[in-house]
């Protein structure tokens, strides 16, 4: 499954708020048992990175989509 930056875009036109998505990835981080090393590796991301994400202190698309894409969520999950 591939992720495009076109598919966030409907995220964000909606008014998704940080909080909502930090705590969809967080969520889905603990369901799968991940630790943040283990999403890191995943990633490519550092572990400072992901905090800074799930504290829902930065929304950058690309960020969110590289850890939406390594935790096997669809796009539509960040609606």
Known sequence: MSISMS?????VKTGISAD?????LT???QERSY?????AVT?????????AVE????TDPALV???A???GLPPAALL
């Open 7 to 11: 598919n966030f875009a409907p995220a």
């Open 55 to 58: 504290d829902g202190g930065v």
């Open 69 to 71: 894409s390594a935790l």
């Open 65 to 67: 989509q590289r850890i």
């Open 35 to 39: 630790t943040l090393d283990q999403l």
């Open 43 to 51: 990633t490519g991301l550092t572990v400072d990175e992901l905090k």
């Open 27 to 29: 969520e889905a981080r």
């Open 20 to 24: 909502r998505v930090s705590a969809i």
